[in-house]
């Protein structure tokens, strides 16, 4: 079995792929899969340095995955809340699934669901802590923590070609319920469905300015549930227009929470036994 690290990459990555062949329209497919062939996983390799190797005829991918946080109580502390919330829900997972019936016993759905009562509570209050620059201030830190690893990614024995690009995926946890943006001074809402969360001037500067790359892809999953993605965006930095304009995104100044007083509150109760 793969140690857990590779389970999460692989997983990301095979959520990334699911949600490009099943969610997007096929123009928006075939670019991204033009920039990088993500529908080709058979020529996938999991490694070390970078996380995944893809070679085909002419030119081999170097891939390297890392998550960004979407609440980061800043560098002094460095907690992810992102991070906290998911090895809590699988801590919960672990504790309660019972392999033999593939669901939880009914001797410990009492409390099963006063933990699951009480995770999903905390991870709905994580939006009341976010703050737009420590999450700038945290992707920053983390990407380029990566990018200046870049020439040795490019050394791995498993790259076959002399032509290599250099791509990141970034797995990205976030809540958009109670979503704002601020564009352009003023405040735009962000409708209840809206599930995409929104490009930054800061994060797409970081982003066109890292011209040793040829692509960054940004997996985005529901804060503390890492089951499916509820979004791909694929960025080219040496090419950031085209990537915008292909994938209709819109870029804004700031992304701002309404400031939360009281917290949002979420009572379980199991089902009758008919």
Not at 86 to 111: L, R
Not at 204 to 229: C, M, N, R, Y
Request: proline residues 4%.
């Amino acid at each position: 079995m793969l140690p857990n690290k590779k389970q999460t990459e692989q997983k990301c990555y095979d959520l990334t792929k699911t949600y490009v062949i099943n969610k997007l329209n096929r123009k928006t497919r075939k670019y991204i899969n033009d920039v990088y062939p993500i529908l080709r996983d058979n020529l996938v390799i999991p490694s070390e340095r970078p996380d995944f190797i893809v070679n085909s005829d002419s030119v081999s991918y170097a891939i390297e995955h890392f998550m960004v946080d979407f609440c980061n109580d800043g560098v002094n502390n460095n907690q992810s809340e992102s991070m906290l919330a998911s090895k809590e829900v699988s801590g919960i997972f672990n504790k309660y699934h019972d392999p033999d019936i593939g669901t939880i016993k009914d001797a410990d759905m009492e409390d099963a669901v006063i933990d699951i009562e009480s995770e999903v509570n905390k991870i709905k209050n994580i939006a009341s802590k976010f703050d737009y620059d420590k999450y700038v201030e945290a992707f920053t830190r983390t990407f380029q923590r990566h990018y200046k690893n870049i020439s040795e990614y490019k050394k791995n024995d498993c790259l076959n070609n002399e032509n290599i690009k250099m791509g990141f995926l970034i797995e990205f946890h976030c809540d958009t319920d109670l979503m704002q943006s601020v564009w352009n001074g003023s405040i735009v809402s962000f409708p209840s469905s809206c599930k995409s969360f929104p490009l930054t001037e800061a994060i797409k500067k970081l982003i066109e300015e890292s011209t040793e790359l040829d692509f960054v892809i940004i997996s985005q999953f529901s804060e503390g549930v890492f089951i499916e993605a509820s979004d791909v965006k694929i960025y080219e930095p040496n090419n950031m227009a085209q990537s915008i304009e292909k994938q209709r995104v819109r870029v804004y100044d700031r992304v701002i929470y309404p400031d939360i007083k009281k917290h949002i509150t979420l009572n379980l109760e199991k089902n009758p036994t008919e």
